[in-house]
Nanobody, 123 residues
Framework: VQLQASGGGLVQAGGSLRLSCAAS???????MAWFRQAPGKEREFVAT????????YYADSVKGRFTISKDNAKNTVYLQMNSLKPEDTAVYYC??????????????????WGQGTQVTVSS
């Protein structure tokens, strides 16, 4: 199974983008998430969604601006990003794994990763 991320691009501050992450098949994962990595920084958690039930959790830095959602039938997860800021500029990665709640916001909760999509927010 592979994850294919798309939807990145260049946008002005205050604008919006929607990222998509399509799995090529059923991942068997409990959670799917988005992480991001800015140049010179470590990969950081952005948002996660439980595959069954839809429980979501967000990093404080994106809470109220980003929304994660899923379409089980399409094996796809989305990240709607509104009110974008220059500090949101990063490569965004989707991930899937058999995380539990305590690991759902950490890298070790995920073992399947997409290729990343660049998001650039200009000031």
């Amino acid at each position: 199974v592979q994850l294919q991320a798309s939807g990145g691009g260049l946008v002005q501050a205050g604008g919006s983008l929607r990222l998509s992450c399509a799995a090529s098949g059923r991942t068997g994962s409990t959670y799917m998430a988005w992480f991001r990595q800015a140049p010179g920084k470590e990969r950081e958690f952005v948002a996660t969604i439980r595959w069954n039930g839809g429980h979501t959790y967000y990093a404080d830095s994106v809470k109220g601006r980003f929304t994660i959602s899923k379409d089980n039938a399409k094996n796809t997860v989305y990240l709607q990003m509104n009110s974008l800021k220059p500090e949101d500029t990063a490569v965004y990665y989707c991930a899937a794994g058999r995380a539990i709640m305590s690991t759902s916001t950490t890298l070790r909760g995920y073992d399947l990763w997409g290729q990343g999509t660049q998001v650039t927010v200009s000031s």
